[in-house]
């Protein structure tokens, strides 16, 4: 079954309610990190969120993480049929327990890695532990240990095994353990880091962890170990500690709970990026208004700002700041295109009315249809300029690519569904364009869409009223 390959971020996706999620704040979950974003999934154990995760968060190892812990086999199965990422499918596949299901992938899917992680679940026990520790390919043998769920057995494996190159059978092994003495001996006693890191992932004993977080030799473990931790002020120790090197991820492991000290780190820590981490996580809107009017590093001022719905905030931000990159920020949150319009003509600052030219002002939605009416996905959508009645010949190819000022695409979604914008510096070159298809050939051959009623497509703007355009169906 072919899969569909998403390059933009869905409706659905863009619409999702994180503060019911993930405990975080709306605004918040926009402004996390992936690794922040990874700590909360992977500390979680509510199924509600897990399953929202595994199906709607945009990036696929994140996907990958919320499907690893998973229990329902209804959304398993689903996503190991219908996401468009192979290493999510790999992770749903590795916990299906529905032979036929099992089958049907193991022949189905396009990708050779998820056939054959189908095929090996449907090995017996014996014959996985068979492959895992005979004379077989070490690529046969790590897809063995991945879908091999004998907690005792993995162990030993890790015991007999001397190998100490990355990505070693040893640490696949150490993924695949929930046995917590089991992890806690590995987390102890092997001389391996990927190893003891991979175990420590899987560990709940939150005493083991801080010592681990305190005294392990690797870095990367220790790391690891603080992502676990869940004892708030033990967390705030490490934080405060400017000499501790997991400071950082400890920051980011820390929930928002204490405004009041995130507060604190975010206006007065010597250090920009842990300021920065303490901004992400704040709820208060005052407070994120003055960081962002007295910051001197933009990158804190735009993340304060992201974290702002309060649109009397956003409008004084946007008219007080002394920082360029804040004020395009807050223009851009009003999302209003005559305000954005006019800064980008009058603003005294360049820097605001170069900032201001590149945000979208207008944008162009409707469903793509074939012939049949019935919706056309994955195809790109090219939005391109007229100037006096002909096809602007203000693009080039590059490589097989529409570059220039053409270059204004979107790919179509699996309702046929599309949303594509133009930029006042587009506008201000052009005021008319056409929506239609390229195929490179000998030369740019351009197909034109039409209404059901056979009409060419074209838009026109005139005048200052900056909005959407509904174009409805539109037949390729």
């Not at 605004?27 to 199906?55: F, P, V």
């Not at 769920?149 to 190998?163: A, R, V």
């Not at 696949?172 to 992932?201: C, G, H, M, Y």
């Not at 920009?272 to 990158?299: C, F, G, H, Q, S």
Request: hydrophobic residues 40%; charged residues 30%.
């Amino acid at each position: 079954m072919k899969r569909l390959i998403f390059l933009c971020i869905t409706i659905a996706i863009m619409n999702l309610n994180y503060s019911q999620l993930y405990g975080q704040s709306n605004h918040n979950w926009e402004r996390l990190s992936y690794e922040e974003k990874k700590i909360i999934i992977l500390k979680t154990e509510d199924q509600n969120l897990l399953e929202k995760a595994a199906q709607q968060e945009y990036y696929e190892e994140m996907r990958a993480e919320a499907t690893k812990k998973l229990i329902s086999q209804l959304i398993i199965s689903k996503i190991a049929l219908e996401d468009s990422s192979p290493l999510v499918r790999k992770e749903a596949v590795k916990r299906i327990i529905d032979k036929d299901l099992l089958i049907k992938i193991s022949f189905d899917d396009e990708d050779i890695i998820v056939r054959e992680t189908a095929q090996f679940k449907l090995m017996s026990e014996s014959d996985l532990i068979k492959i895992a520790t005979g004379n077989y390919i070490i690529e046969n043998k790590k897809l063995a240990v991945s879908v091999l769920q004998n907690n005792n057995e993995l162990y030993k494996i890790i015991k007999s095994d001397k190998d100490f190159s990355w990505e070693n059978l040893s640490s696949i092994a150490a993924s695949n353990i929930n046995d917590q003495k089991i992890l806690a001996e590995i987390v102890t006693k092997d001389p391996r880091w990927d190893v003891r890191r991979n175990a420590v992932e899987n560990l709940h004993n939150q005493e083991l962890l801080k010592k681990v977080a305190e005294k392990d030799s690797e870095q990367y473990v220790r790391e690891a170990a603080v992502r676990r931790i869940t004892d708030q002020e033990f967390l705030k120790r490490i934080i405060k500690d400017d000499n501790n090197q997991l400071r950082f991820e400890a920051l980011k492991s820390l929930n928002n709970e204490d405004q009041a000290f995130l507060i604190e780190i975010a206006k007065n820590h010597k250090d920009n990026y842990m300021r920065l981490y303490a901004v992400r996580k704040i709820n208060d809107l005052k407070a994120l208004e003055e960081i962002a009017l007295i910051t001197l590093w933009a990158p804190i001022g735009v993340d304060a700002v992201q974290g702002i719905t309060d649109r009397a905030i956003l409008e004084n931000l946007a008219k007080n700041s002394e920082t360029g990159e804040v004020i395009v920020e807050a223009v851009k949150k009003l999302n209003d295109g005559n305000m954005i319009a006019d800064l980008a003509i009058n603003h005294p600052k360049w820097t605001v009315r170069n900032g201001l030219e590149k945000l979208s002002i207008k944008s162009i939605s409707g469903v793509l249809l074939d012939a049949n009416q019935k919706p056309l996905k994955e195809k790109i959508l090219y939005l391109l300029p007229i100037k006096d009645g002909k096809m602007s010949t203000s693009y080039a190819l590059d490589k097989g690519k529409i570059t220039g000022i053409a270059n204004q695409s979107t790919k179509s979604l699996r309702n046929g569904e599309f949303l594509i914008s133009i930029s006042l510096k587009m506008l201000k070159e052009f005021d008319t364009f056409t929506l239609g298809f390229i195929e490179i050939e000998e030369k740019i051959k351009i197909y034109k869409l039409k209404t059901p009623d056979g009409n060419e497509v074209q838009i026109k703007f005139i005048g200052n009223e900056i909005s959407n355009v509904d174009l409805g169906n539109l037949i390729y």
